[in-house]
């Protein structure tokens, strides 16, 4: 099992909105922090914000000038953002494929550690075998399951205790591996002692330190959010990293039977203090963000719109409404 914070970007490449999203890396990358806060507010309306301003909030979570310029370059690249420009004044958005995969990832991370599913005691296997020279697709593979929520008991084989839905039907079968079988079945208990337990395909302690951790960061923070005692630029810091690392838990702890884990996980609590802090935030980071963007908007009102648990759940999409570019620039073109 990796470790929790080096796993790549959860959210996955759409078919049909192809879009490089940042790869995870150790902490709060950057990147990752850049698109969470763009997210947090811009992601129902796509709405453009001045390229200072996004600066200056990246500052206000210890992004040096440098690197947030940087950052919105390389986003702008990757095709998550794209920008508009009139001599030095530019301002950027995010792009129709990064909303529309962000907005798929957050649905899907709040229903991954919302629901949960009575457990028939089967086990999906999913068997692959790729020759080294074709590492990449082993590597889209492996990528796939683990969004999927498999992972590995041995080299060649994922298990899931769910069951094969459509859609992780329809993601394997646009692999065109020609490679893949998969399986559902009751594990048979040989007594041996070189027997694998299908659960030790996830390491459940350090899940469960994962969440303990989580919980001692943001728990004393609550009642501060319930007296209103958490100023604006805090409260945008507070939610960009909540989500940033609330939204890796799926890949850790994906919907696994309560009846395999230990007695008290954490699970709930956690999802319940995250929408907390995520909620509790949400229309004080709202202002703040809107301020910010003021100063450098010449007095043009940016759409700013922060979301709840509640919206991402039910799936917080763009509007289809067509944003113009602000005023005085050009009409956006990929931005390098």
């Keep these: 099992m990796p470790h ?16 490089r999203l940042p790869r995870r890396q150790a902490g709060n990358s950057p990147q990752g922090v850049a698109v969470t806060l763009l997210a947090d507010y811009t992601l129902r309306t796509r709405a453009w914000l001045p390229s200072a301003a996004i600066v200056a ?14 950052v919105i370059s390389r986003l702008a690249r990757r095709g998550v953002l794209e920008g508009s420009r009139q001599g030095r004044r530019s301002s950027y958005r995010l792009s129709r494929s990064a909303a529309v995969s962000l907005s798929v ?22 068997a692959f075998s790729l020759p080294q020279e074709r590492s990449a697709q082993r590597r889209a593979l492996r990528g796939q399951l683990r969004w999927l929520g498999y992972a590995p008991l041995y080299d060649g084989l994922w298990i899931s205790p769910h069951e094969l839905t ?31 337990d299908p659960l030790d395909a996830w390491d459940v302690a350090a899940v469960a330190e994962q969440y303990e951790s989580f919980l001692r960061r943001w728990q ?13 630029a805090e409260a945008v810091r507070a939610r960009t990293e909540v989500m940033d690392t609330f939204r890796r838990f799926p890949t850790l702890d994906p919907q696994l039977p309560l009846r395999l884990l230990p007695a008290g996980w954490l699970r709930g ?68």
Aim: aromatic letters at 6%.
């Design 57 to 70: 909030l990246l500052a206000e979570s210890d992004v040096s000038l440098a690197g947030a310029r940087t």
């Design 166 to 196: 459509p859609k992780a039907r329809a993601h394997l079968a646009q692999l065109h591996l020609g490679a893949v079988t998969v399986f559902r079945g009751r594990r048979v208990d040989l007594d041996a002692v070189a027997g694998r």
């Design 269 to 336: 609590p956690a999802r319940e203090t995250f929408a907390a802090v995520y909620d509790g935030l949400a229309d004080t980071a709202e202002r703040h963000v809107r301020a910010v963007v003021a100063r450098f908007a010449d007095g043009t009102e940016a759409d700013v719109r922060a979301h709840t648990t509640a919206d991402l759940l039910a799936g917080v999409c763009a509007t289809e409404t067509r944003h113009p570019a602000p005023p005085g620039l050009a009409e956006p073109s990929p931005a390098h």
């Design 220 to 232: 004393p923070i609550l009642p501060r959010i319930a007296a209103g005692r958490v100023d604006g």
């Design 105 to 126: 990832g957050g649905s899907w991370v709040m229903a991954a550690t919302t629901t949960t599913q009575p457990w028939d005691e089967c086990w999906t296997l999913v």
């Design 4 to 19: 929790p914070f080096d796993i790549e970007e959860i959210f996955p490449d759409d078919g049909d909105h192809p879009v």
